[in-house]
């Protein structure tokens, strides 16, 4: 679904991807992780074809990321930021509702089958209760979850999320992640998500990819991945491993 062949980007003089390749199939969850200003968000923005002067190759099922617009793109890739600036008091019904702009032409109202999605999105993440507020007297995690269904309108084919949990709590934090989860085993979603929470990404994710220094420190599954010697040397502190004693995935203590 995705690949990315000797990826690399700069900011001037600071090399922030060196060298990244890998590739991603449909029905995916990738957990991204590494220290703060290892690269996660930029090569998040780099497949999500909002950073474009990159050297290397992005492909998007065989077809090379340049060869889309915006609008084709959008109707394969939605995002989940976690910061999202909104200058006027829309309710979360219309910025849910702005997903499905992609599939609309100019000036089009949502149809019946469009208000639907935006409903189902908003039922998913929790937050159809909130679809009259206003977004700016939302809370930090009501907001995510409405981003959130903003992107689940889209109905893409690639998910990709950028610290998703952030200012949740630990029953939105489940419901979010399961919410990904399924939609990669049940709807052949390839998701891609940043985490900083390791147990978050060991419990939910099928692969892990960790970057250190702007480089691809390693990819496999957690396993594998989140083990001592592989963080420790990464994250440059003492860790503690145990297995979770239902799903037998790694835990991390510190």
Same mark, same amino acid.
């Given at each position: 679904m995705i690949a990315a062949n000797h990826l690399t980007y700069r900011y001037g003089t600071i090399t922030a991807l060196r060298d990244i390749s890998f590739q991603a199939a449909p029905g995916e969850m990738i957990g991204l992780i590494g220290p703060n200003g290892s690269g996660k968000s930029t090569l998040l923005s780099c497949l999500a074809g909002l950073r474009v002067n990159f050297s290397g190759r992005i492909t998007i099922g065989e077809k090379d990321i340049s060869g889309y617009n915006s609008q084709a793109l959008a109707r394969v890739i939605s995002v989940v930021f976690q910061d999202n600036y909104f200058p006027f008091d829309f309710t979360a019904y219309e910025i849910v509702a702005m997903g499905r702009s992609p599939f609309l032409k100019a000036l089009q109202d949502e149809t019946a089958y469009d208000q639907k999605i935006i409903e189902e999105a908003m039922r998913q993440s929790d937050c159809w209760q909130l679809k009259d507020r206003p977004i700016t007297e939302l809370s930090g995690g009501e907001r995510q979850r409405v981003i959130l269904?903003? %992107? &689940? %309108? +889209? +109905? /893409?084919?690639?998910? &990709?999320?950028?610290?998703?949990t952030n200012h949740l709590d630990l029953k939105h934090q489940r419901l979010i992640l399961d919410t990904a989860r399924? &939609?990669?085993?049940q709807g052949g979603v390839l998701v891609i998500a940043v985490l900083h929470d390791l147990n978050l990404a060991a419990s939910f994710c099928d692969r892990i990819i960790l970057l250190h220094q702007g480089a691809l420190a390693a990819d496999d599954r957690p396993n594998e991945v989140l083990s001592e010697s592989v963080l420790k040397s990464v994250y440059e502190t003492d860790i503690d491993i145990v297995l979770h004693p239902r799903t037998k995935? /790694? +835990?991390?203590l510190i």
């Open positions: 269904s903003r %992107a &689940l %309108a +889209q +109905q /893409p084919k690639v998910l &990709l999320m950028d610290e998703p399924k &939609l990669s085993c995935r /790694p +835990q991390i």
